[in-house]
């Protein structure tokens, strides 16, 4: 299984979800060579709701997954902590939407839930918690608290930080930082705009079709990281692009 752990599925957080633009991700994503994604929509997106609810109807959802004419899309969503970082939650869609219903009122800067409390708040799921892009200078994670990195069932090497920081540099630190905590490090494109997904992705020995699977593989190891040779222009085209729709959307 070939799969991004980090990919948004609306342009923006005050764009509306559009099932055309998630058809074309996917075709976008198949053409990659992925055959799996981790659906991980800002928490605190307008609307966030509509994003599955519009699933829904397109879409059978089983084990953890919407099956997309044979592609896997796996449950999850980004929430914002009070320690200035980002956390992806993957896991049953029943349980991200408990979670989310959970963390109304923790939805804005100044209000973001601790990272021990969702922690906690994930512990009765079977939930895959991944940091998000751990050394970016506006959501430095890497400064929490040793004994709450521990926790983490991954980092995330993550492509826009690839392209902004430099391959090698990131990937050191990323891998290092997993190290010293003994949580493995896993991939994800951070895709707004379709062009950036397959820039990354963790490519796994076997299939899986639940959460719970996919944390068994990470935690045995029995995965590779894959960085496309085009991740820089990839990422650039799909920075420009979105860059040039918001600027229409906002005109309207």
Not at 143 to 170: C, I, Q, R, S, T
Not at 228 to 238: D, E, V, W
């Amino acid at each position: 299984m070939k799969i991004d752990f980090h990919s948004h599925v609306k342009l923006s957080k005050k764009t509306a979800f559009d099932i055309e633009n998630f058809k074309e991700l996917i075709k976008e994503a198949r053409e990659e060579g992925l055959t799996a994604i981790a659906i991980t929509e800002h928490f605190n997106t307008t609307n966030f709701p509509a994003v599955y609810d519009t699933l829904d109807q397109y879409y059978e959802y089983t084990n953890d997954y919407y099956d997309v004419d044979g592609f896997k899309a796996f449950t999850g969503m980004e929430v914002d902590v009070a320690e200035e970082a980002h956390v992806l939650v993957i896991g049953n869609l029943k349980d991200i939407r408990m979670l989310r219903e959970a963390l109304n009122g923790y939805d804005t800067k100044g209000n973001f839930i601790a990272l021990e409390k969702l922690f906690e708040l994930c512990r009765p799921y079977d939930i895959l918690i991944i940091g998000s892009h751990p050394f970016r200078e506006d959501h430095p994670l890497y400064k929490a608290a040793p004994e709450l990195l521990n926790k983490f069932h991954g980092f995330d090497l993550n492509g826009k930080d690839l392209y902004v920081y430099g391959v090698e540099e990131m990937t050191s630190m990323v891998k290092n930082l997993g190290e010293k905590h003994k949580v493995p490090v896993v991939a994800g494109s951070d895709t707004h705009q379709y062009l950036q997904i397959g820039s990354v992705m963790t490519v796994f020995e076997k299939e899986c079709n639940t959460v719970k699977e996919i944390k068994e593989e990470i935690g045995a190891e029995r995965y590779s990281l894959f960085i496309s040779p085009n991740l820089r222009i990839k990422i650039k085209a799909a920075t420009m692009i979105k860059s040039l729709l918001k600027k229409q959307l906002e005109a309207l």
